[in-house]
């Protein structure tokens, strides 16, 4: 995030980062790894002029995506296919770049991951992305830093989170030539974790603050009783919740990023 800057454009200015870190060129064949419903993948489209495929399975999110796709004017340059992005359905140097944002943190294994997007990176084409990481500050040993990091990993949905330096390790170990690495976040002018911190108030965080969330917990509690939500929503929100705690002191004590960045190379 940076000051005077909205938080959508803020994503979009990551988004061109990332675009031009890859060297992508008009009419280039690029891969998402878990594009969600595409947000990315429409903006790095258009920024680039490149045919962008994002891999997704999730069914819900890509016929989602491919609305958003047809609204956006954007449908016959970017396309979704459904599949695990352990076992990927291409042929091996399928694309000219392939690029993951927040996504490839979900691989029950990094060097698994890593080993299929090389697969199907050309030789001589680079493979980028943001990873969610420990940083070089967390202490396996503190109990604190351990719930930090459970909180993080249960309320997300996530395996075990990575050091950065296991990142490193994985994606030389699959191949691949590290270019170069960063935690971005280090040189933010606003901390990555601001909107969701109960303490910052703003109209568009308003729902993440202490009142909102209070607000929010009655009426899914009020929703759930009427059976206008399923059973179990107030459970999840609880675990949301707890989640984005986690986030905030993990940010503020600097043991871990949303914002870990590599640049790699198929040799």
């Known amino acids: 995030m940076e000051r005077g800057i ?13 675009a031009l870190q890859l060297g992508l060129k008009p009419g280039e064949k690029v891969l998402d790894v878990g594009c969600g419903i595409g947000g990315p993948l429409r903006e790095i489209s258009r920024f680039s002029s490149t045919s962008v495929t994002g891999l997704n399975n999730n069914e819900y999110q890509i016929t989602r995506g491919k609305e958003l796709n047809r609204i956006a004017g954007v449908d016959k340059t970017c396309n979704f296919v459904k599949a695990d992005f352990m076992k990927m359905p291409f042929p091996d140097n399928s694309f000219d770049a392939v690029y993951a944002i927040e996504a490839t943190c979900h ?3 990094a060097y698994g991951c890593y080993k299929e997007i090389f697969r199907v990176l050309k030789p001589g084409q680079h493979f980028a992305a943001y ?8 202490d396996p040993n503190n109990q604190e830093h351990q719930k930090i990091k459970a909180e993080i990993e249960i309320g997300d949905g996530l395996p075990d989170i990575r050091l950065t330096t296991k990142c490193l390790e994985a994606l030389k170990q699959a191949g691949f030539e590290v270019i170069w690495e960063k935690d971005l976040a280090v040189d933010s002018s606003l901390p990555w974790y601001l909107p969701l911190d109960t303490s910052h108030f703003s109209l568009s965080s308003y729902r993440l603050t202490t009142v909102g969330r209070l607000f929010t917990k009655n009426m899914v509690k009020a929703m759930e009783f009427v059976g206008l939500a399923p059973k179990g929503s107030l459970r999840v ?3 949301l919740e707890k989640a984005a705690d986690g986030l905030v002191e993990g940010g503020k004590r600097e043991i871990f990023t949303p914002m870990y960045f590599f640049l790699a190379r198929k040799p």
Do not use: N, V
């Open 237 to 239: 929100q609880d675990f």
């Open 131 to 138: 990873e969610w990481c420990m940083t070089d500050s967390f």
């Open 6 to 18: 909205s938080f959508r454009e803020s994503i979009k200015r990551h988004e061109h980062f990332l």
């Open 107 to 109: 691989a029950p294994d």
